[in-house]
């Protein structure tokens, strides 16, 4: 392969590395821009690559930053962006699901200092599964645990699907005359329509959307979150899933990524400050004016995990839920204090909050995450 | 392949049509490749707007396909006029037609109504076809276009594949009230359009109102620049800063202190809702135009 052709398939590596999705189609077509355009400039590239190989918003924001950084060894080379293989800040949450050799491996940057603290911290119990079901998902850690979360997730997952198909309706109660099927029925009578063929606009599924928790108060619950999360993202077509600390975090693609190691270090890398504090109304805020447009209609069904310790004012909160609520259809909030004795939602966050939540249910053992399967499925 | 992007932002500018350069190397890469065009962006900001300038550059015909919820196939592609059918049938039952010369009658195309998509691929030059709102159709309806744009042929089944005259350029706009599924935006082109920086909405402003006074529209770009950055649900497009700059002048307004009360009252030409309105109360307009005046 020549020089150029190198260079540019060495590119779209880059941006598949990147999340871009680039068929062997688009990098031809952009083979053969590269090779005809004239006169060829940066500016000229540039904009041309960028309107052939983005597929969305996000891409195409992300694309000048890529650009450089590739070209010209230039630009915000973030760990999250630029080296998504890396290691540098893997949270220690993730650390005991990952061999120990790729924890090993050196670190980038910024991780190390954090990493080595908190790797300490977390309850190591061996855990039995008879009574893994009832016990508090703090006290659990090993793997099989986070399988038996999936596979509450799962049944959750079966039993919205099945409410679905229950209320399709056959299309002859339909709303509205299907003329071309009714004409060419009744060619064989002469055109006498006697036959009226009805039809009528099928159901359109539920779709959902998750935002979890991911802020240091949270760091017991949210890996089985996650978990459960990627239950209901991988098996539920129409759903979302975020993460949010300081910041909010798109999670999807990596939620669906089949090999749960790539997952969780795709995830780790994204979710760089792990751990740290917690700002739900302007995650909320952040959903709402970037996302919520594309992704909330009538159908839809919110589910917040969150324990409601919030550092921005309580009454930002409900301004955000209020405007949340306004798009979607119903508001779930799964708070893992609430499964403790003698829990009342006190924190001021949590008081904000309740006037626009329909349903506030404990998540704190794997028995009440299968328990939300009855109030998820009487929507 | 030659593409002078260049050549065609000084088109569109000539036809009133103010682009960006990323924009305009994205029109000519549509039409270079033959390759279907999405834009996306905020709501007022030009994208349906695109469609007809660029029909107006290559002096082509424009031809528009609004989505909707529940749009299918019959809509966009072709009908047979079956009220028209129903009476040609009972006009020629005294003739004793044999059914099959009667059902050649009735599936002619003189019964066949021709839908945008349908009559985009039959012109004998190629025209713009502007699907508008693709966000706005459903699902299915997405993946069928999909077939449309890569083989633009359509199968009648009385009267057989109609192939495509010419291939249509297309132009497809997305407001993201739904997420558009991979296959279809791997099959296009992608462009996100912005809200005009300052330069470019004084240049748009001056081409689409030539009367407005210069003083007037530098004092309106830079009040509508400052509003965007205030937290508003909907933030005003180019449509708006339009529509305010018309009404102003209607008004006769030179300057923008001149007149606080029926600046005020103007206001709900850049503002569409009721909490938006609210937010922005005199004091705060006073403010923003302390800053521009």
């Known amino acids: 392969m020549t020089g150029p052709a190198a260079a540019l398939r060495g590119f779209v590596a880059h941006l598949r590395l990147n999340g871009f999705t680039v068929g062997p189609g688009e990098s031809q077509a952009a083979l053969a821009f590269i090779a005809a355009a004239e006169p060829l400039d940066v500016a000229t590239a540039r904009l041309g690559l960028k309107t052939m190989l983005s597929g969305d918003r996000g891409q195409w924001e992300r694309f ?21 293989r890396g290691d540098s800040g893997r949270p220690a949450i993730w650390s005991k699901l990952l061999p120990p050799d790729a924890e090993s491996a050196p670190q980038a940057s910024t991780g190390g200092a954090r990493d080595d603290k908190s790797a300490a911290q977390g309850p190591l119990v061996a855990s039995r599964r008879e009574t893994l079901a009832r016990s508090d998902l703090r006290r659990l850690t090993s793997a099989a645990d986070i399988e038996e979360a999936e596979r509450v997730a799962e049944r959750l997952a079966r039993a919205m699907r099945y409410r679905l198909s229950r209320r399709r309706l056959p299309a002859h109660a339909g709303d509205a005359l299907d003329l071309r099927r009714t004409i060419r029925r009744n060619l064989a009578k002469g055109g006498e329509p006697f036959d009226l063929l009805k039809k009528r606009r099928p159901e359109h599924p539920v779709n959902l959307v998750l935002l979890l928790d991911v802020s240091g108060s949270m760091r017991v619950y949210s890996r089985y979150l996650l978990a459960f999360a990627r239950g209901l993202i991988g098996r539920w077509v129409k759903a979302d899933a975020f993460c ?80 949340l609520k306004r798009r979607a259809r119903r508001l779930v909030w799964l708070n893992p204090l609430l499964g403790w004795r003698d829990y009342a939602p006190v924190a001021r966050a949590m008081a904000a909050a309740m006037p626009y939540i329909d349903c506030f249910a404990a998540a704190n053992t794997l028995e009440s995450l299968g328990a939300l399967e009855a109030e998820l499925a009487r929507l | 392949m030659k593409l002078d992007y260049h050549a065609l932002a000084a088109d569109l500018a000539a036809v009133g049509y103010i682009a960006e350069a990323s924009l305009a190397m994205a029109l000519a890469l549509a039409i270079g490749l033959e390759r279907p065009l999405l834009l996306e962006g905020e709501a007022g900001v030009g994208k349906t707007d695109v469609a007809r300038a660029l029909a107006e550059v290559l002096k082509t015909r424009l031809i528009r396909l609004q989505c909707y919820e529940g749009l299918d196939a019959n809509a966009t592609l072709y009908e047979w006029n079956y009220q028209r059918q129903l009476l040609a049938i009972r006009a020629h039952e005294r003739d004793h037609l044999s059914a099959d010369a009667l059902e050649h009658h009735i599936f002619s195309e003189a019964y066949l109504l021709r839908r945008p998509l349908l009559e985009a691929i039959s012109q004998p030059t190629p025209p713009v076809l502007l699907i508008d709102e693709i966000d706005r159709a459903d699902e299915e309806f997405e993946a069928f276009l999909m077939e449309i744009l890569s083989d633009f042929q359509v ?102 202190d001149r007149d606080p009360a029926a600046l005020q009252a103007s206001l709900i030409c850049l503002l569409k809702t009721e909490a938006d309105l609210k937010s922005l109360p005199r004091e705060v307009t006073e403010r923003l135009v302390g800053k521009v005046a």
């Open chain 2, 155 to 256: 199968t009648i089944p009385e009267l057989g594949t109609i192939a495509a005259q010419s291939i249509p350029r297309v132009i497809l706009t997305s407001n993201g009230t739904r997420a558009l599924s991979d296959a279809l935006r791997r099959r296009c082109l992608y462009s996100y359009l912005d809200f005009p920086d300052e330069a470019k909405e004084l240049a748009i402003l001056r081409a689409r109102l030539p009367g407005i006074g210069e003083r007037l529209a530098q004092q309106i770009v830079r009040f509508v620049q400052l509003l965007r950055r205030e937290a508003l649900e909907k933030k005003p497009g180019i449509a708006e800063t339009l529509d305010w700059a018309a009404a102003l002048m209607g008004l006769d307004l030179q300057s923008l």
């Open chain 1, 244 to 323: 949010f600390h300081t910041r909010l975090i798109h999670i999807s693609d990596a939620l669906r990524e089949r090999d749960p190691l790539r997952a969780m270090d795709r995830l780790s890398l994204m979710v760089e400050g792990f751990g740290g504090g917690t700002r739900i109304a302007g995650a909320l805020q952040s959903f709402n004016a970037r996302y919520a447009r594309e992704m909330l209609n009538s159908r839809s069904v919110v589910i917040l995990m969150s324990d409601g310790y919030d550092t921005d004012p309580p009454e930002e909160l409900s301004l955000e839920l209020q405007r």
């Open chain 1, 64 to 84: 000048d930053a890529l650009f450089d950084a590739y070209w010209f060894r230039r630009g915000v080379r973030t760990a999250a962006r630029a080296t998504p």
